[in-house]
């Protein structure tokens, strides 16, 4: 059991507060609810951009990961490329990153990310447990007097949603700042695509590889266009990380668990990988559960075992595929 003293909700705080001090220049809607709940629209109305989404990302980390933006040559059209790091990978990106929050009222249906998550429990016979169960085996809860929680929609989530995450996280409601970032919008792309590293570290632990042996890691991936179609669009923000994505880990461990781990992570170990993303997606109906879980990674990966020094490579980077998938 990894132990952890860090507060990815007081650690976030300050992001928070910048997109709030600068909504305007970063293009932004701020709306106050009738309880006091903050609404950060960062895409639906408002346009929005890279560098909210950039922030944005920071946050979804619980404030435990750096994300950068800048050109790269490393795939052949597509040069603008996100990059994030963190030397606390486990808990940033799985007790804060990971979307594995379900909300839903009536037609509204949502996956929340970020800090408010570890912060989230149900009571349980007199007793508080986690939402997810994933905190339990982190051994992670986390508490603060503000939170903040990430959501992928393209509609302001209804009082009823606003209310449950209130109740959950056991705060006042002016204490709650939702960001809302559609997949269709600029920050949308780069929120999700910024889950390059994210990705990988879920794959480890659906892998049932050690998560307290990964002790650093970072990734990157190419910014997609945004597409005004929800399924394009979400098919888009997946291929950058399946075709393009690159990750290195630096793992405690043998050889041999680190040489194991680097041929399993990549996406092309699925049997659903090799076409773009949008079109796996229709041909199961549409149900995100029909596709195989292990294709939810990175397309080339590094491993490196510090304790020996050697690294090792797995997977490759598809320029074809991620051409099929954003267009010329």
């Not at 992570?265 to 559960?289: C, H, Q, V, W």
């Amino acid at each position: 059991m990894i132990e952890y003293s860090a507060s990815v909700n007081k650690l976030s705080q300050p992001l928070v507060q910048e997109l709030l001090d600068n909504a305007d220049k970063l293009r932004l809607d701020i709306h106050t609810q009738e309880n006091g709940c903050i609404i950060i629209d960062a895409g639906i109305e408002a346009p929005g951009g890279l560098e909210a989404g950039r922030i944005i990302t920071e946050i979804c980390l619980g404030g435990m990961g750096t994300v950068s933006i800048n050109h790269s040559p490393y795939t052949e059209n597509w040069p603008l490329t996100i990059n994030v790091h963190s030397s606390n990978p486990v808990l940033a990106c799985l007790g804060s990153q990971y979307a594995g929050w379900s909300l839903s009222h009536e037609k509204y249906y949502a996956l929340g990310s970020g800090p408010a998550r570890a912060m989230a429990t149900k009571t349980k016979e007199g007793e508080d447990e986690p939402i997810e169960a994933l905190y339990n085996e982190l051994g992670y809860q986390d508490n603060g007097e503000e939170t903040v929680l990430v959501i992928e929609n393209d509609k302001i989530p209804p009082k009823e949603i606003i209310e449950q995450i209130i109740q959950a996280c056991d705060v006042d409601p002016e204490d709650l700042t939702i960001i809302v970032t559609p997949t269709s919008s600029i920050a949308g792309c780069v929120q999700v695509v910024g889950r390059v590293l994210e990705v990988a570290m879920h794959k480890a632990h659906e892998l049932k590889f050690p998560l307290e042996n990964i002790i650093d890691g970072s990734g990157s991936a190419p910014l997609c266009p945004p597409h005004p179609d929800f399924v394009q669009a979400m098919g888009r923000t997946n291929d950058a990380i399946l075709f393009a994505g690159q990750v290195h880990l630096f793992v405690n461990g043998s050889d041999e668990e680190a040489e194991k781990l680097a041929k399993a992570l990549p996406s092309s170990t699925s049997k659903d990988y090799g076409r773009p993303f949008a079109e796996i997606f229709k041909e199961y109906n549409y149900d995100f559960f029909k596709v195989d879980g292990l294709l939810f990674s990175p397309a080339s990966v590094i491993v490196t075992a510090v304790e020996s020094g050697n690294s090792f490579r797995a997977g490759k980077l598809d320029n074809e595929l991620l051409k099929q998938s954003f267009g010329s």
